[in-house]
């Protein structure tokens, strides 16, 4: 009869105290993708508008004309050395992913944004929006050439 008591306490101990699974704690896992939100862009809080031009110099660009590749180069060069540090062409970072940037904003918003960031995040409600959801991170006026821009916004048309 003891046996069988010391059967059934041990086997109450074994099933209900001991398990094999291991807890874990607080675990961030730096492989798993991000989820596109429900509108499938990048910047899925702030509206898409193709009609905004932004504010600054620039009221007209024209991209009817074949791609440059030797803008493109130029673009690519200046986007690595001053745009890499917030902004990668598939993913976000500190700024929105710039893959499909066409999509999203007009070339003149894009070229205002890159040749005059301070003002653009003071007043244009797009800019305002991107600021918001990147956590107030400010775009810093990195002093671009309007030839530079351009070479830039060609570059972006290429992703």
């Known amino acids: 009869m003891k046996k069988i008591a010391f059967l059934l306490f041990s086997f109450f101990l074994f099933s209900c105290g001991f398990?094999?699974?291991?807890?874990?704690?607080?675990?961030?896992?730096?492989?798993?993708?991000?989820?596109?939100?429900?509108?499938?862009?990048?910047?899925?809080?702030?509206?898409?508008?193709?009609?905004?031009?932004?504010?600054?110099?620039?009221?007209?660009?024209?991209?009817?004309?074949?791609?440059?590749?030797?803008?493109?180069?130029?673009?690519?060069?200046?986007?690595?050395?001053?745009?890499?540090?917030?902004?990668?062409?598939?993913?976000?970072?500190i700024g929105p992913a710039m893959n499909g940037i066409y999509e999203r904003r007009s070339p003149e918003w894009v070229m205002n944004m890159l040749l005059n960031p301070t003002e653009m995040l003071k007043q244009d409600p797009i800019a305002k929006a991107l600021l918001k959801e990147y956590?107030?991170?400010?775009?810093?006026?990195?002093?671009?050439?309007?030839?530079?821009?351009?070479?830039?916004a060609e570059y972006l048309r290429t992703l």
């Open 135 to 152: 956590n107030n991170v400010m775009m810093l006026n990195q002093n671009l050439e309007d030839s530079e821009a351009r070479a830039i």
């Open 19 to 93: 398990s094999e699974e291991k807890k874990k704690g607080f675990e961030y896992n730096r492989t798993q993708k991000e989820e596109k939100k429900s509108s499938g862009s990048s910047d899925s809080a702030v509206p898409i508008d193709l009609d905004n031009k932004g504010i600054g110099p620039i009221t007209a660009v024209d991209f009817s004309a074949p791609i440059n590749q030797d803008m493109v180069t130029e673009g690519e060069n200046a986007f690595k050395q001053k745009c890499t540090a917030c902004h990668m062409p598939n993913r976000k970072l």
